[in-house]
Structures are given as C-alpha cells and as structure tokens.
C-alpha cells in the first residue's frame, strides 16, 4: 500500500515548456487534489476531482489543465511554463474531509 | 482575504515542555478542522482533527481546543519533544463531505533539546 505517491519528485523547465505531473493513489479515494506551495504561502488549491472523469477549479487554477481518466489517477499539466510556476506541488487524495498527501514535485521553471 | 490565519510564523519550546500552535478562522461556515505537520521535503501528514460539535479532541501527546464563538483553535503539545520539529499547518472544511480544506499559512515549531 504505497498510499499517494508522485512523478518526478523534480523537474527543471525553461519557460514556454510544457510538462505533465502525475499523481497516484492506492487507497480507492474519490476524491483528489493538486496544491502548490510557495515561501510564506502555505498549501493553495489549483484544481481537484471529486470522481472520474470530474475535474474543478480550485483557488490558483491559471496556467494549468488537470485530467481524472482513471480513479487511481489525476494528472497536472502547464502547457506553457512560466517563472512564477516554480514552486513545489503536492498531490492530495481523500474519501471525505482526512486528506492524504504524496511527498511532492519540487518544479524550477527558468 | 485569508480566511484561516496562523498568525505566528514561528515557535521555539524548550524539549518536555508545552507547544501551543494557534490558528484563527473568519469563516463561520467552517464546521470541521485540522491539523497537518510537514518536515522538509516530504508532504503533510494529518496529525488530528475536531468537528464543530465538540471543544476538545485528545490523541496522545496532542490535543486541539477549539472554541467557535472566538473563531479560534490551538493545537497543544505535551511534552514537546525533538522529533515535533517541523511546520503545522491549520486547515478548515465547511461540509465534511466535500473534502476541500482551506489551509493556513503554517507554524515553523523548533524543540530544543
């Protein structure tokens, strides 16, 4: 039981790139997150799904597209990278309010 | 607007003694909250929560108090120890639910030895 886990844990891009984040969860959760965490910021929503094939729009959603295809699986991408998408990003998957987060993507965007 | 402020970027206790991490909400939707800690490079953990029917949920050495007509929760450690080092994160949900939690900005907790 791995629980959530991530891939890569880090990334170096140059800006106008484009890359996809992939999160996945052993645990049967219906629902799932992505949170990026800045110095100072704390933990800020960018997209979640609460089924597959559902995807919504969290508090920081601009610059990224999400896809749920599977249940097991929810996907991150940046079409076009840009400097202010450095940051670490942090999978989260739950079955009610307990969210179980992966260990994290560490993304540079030069 | 935040709407659940940890208002102390940090914390340094003293190993065997209290830790009292505190956490605001603006929020009076918010019916059920949590605490998350994170050592560097690895992901938050869930650590312990309390749903707004209650004032007090007890797991070992920690201990959160919430007291909903200050809008107001703490975190209590006793003892503190080494290993308690590392960042807490206050979060909140309104509708248990929908699972979407709005953290706070975090607490750096330093135990010295």
């Known amino acids: 039981n791995a629980g959530v886990t991530q891939t890569p844990k880090f990334r170096v891009l140059k800006t106008g790139q484009s890359m996809t984040l992939l999160c996945a969860q052993d645990?049967?959760?219906?629902?799932m997150y992505w949170y990026r965490q800045d110095p100072g910021m704390g933990l800020r929503l960018i997209h979640y799904?609460?089924?597959?094939?559902?995807?919504a729009k969290g508090e920081v959603p601009d610059g990224y597209n999400v896809s749920r295809l599977k249940k097991q699986n929810f996907l991150l991408g940046l079409e076009s990278a840009a400097p202010s998408q450095t940051s670490v990003y942090f999978c989260?998957?739950?079955?009610?309010?307990?969210?179980?987060f992966g260990p994290g993507t560490r993304l540079t965007v030069l | 607007d935040q709407q659940v402020k940890q208002n102390s970027p940090s914390l340094s206790v003293q190993e065997g003694r209290i830790s009292i991490l505190n956490c605001d909400y603006t929020?009076?939707?918010?019916?059920?909250f949590l605490w998350y800690k994170k050592y560097p490079a690895e992901g938050p953990t869930f650590l312990i929560s309390?749903?707004?029917?209650?004032d007090k949920n007890e797991d070992g050495r920690f201990t959160v108090f919430l007291n909903k007509s200050a809008k107001h929760l703490s975190l209590h450690i006793v003892p503190s120890q080494p290993g308690d080092s590392a960042v807490y994160f206050c979060a909140a949900s309104a509708g248990r639910s929908q699972g979407n939690l709005i953290f706070g900005k975090g607490t750096k907790l330093s135990v010295k030895p």
């Open positions: 799904s609460v089924g597959e094939g559902t995807t």
């Open positions: 645990m049967n959760h219906e629902y």
């Open positions: 929020n009076s939707m918010f019916d059920y």
């Open positions: 309390i749903s707004s029917i209650k």
């Open positions: 989260a998957s739950s079955s009610s309010d307990t969210q179980y």
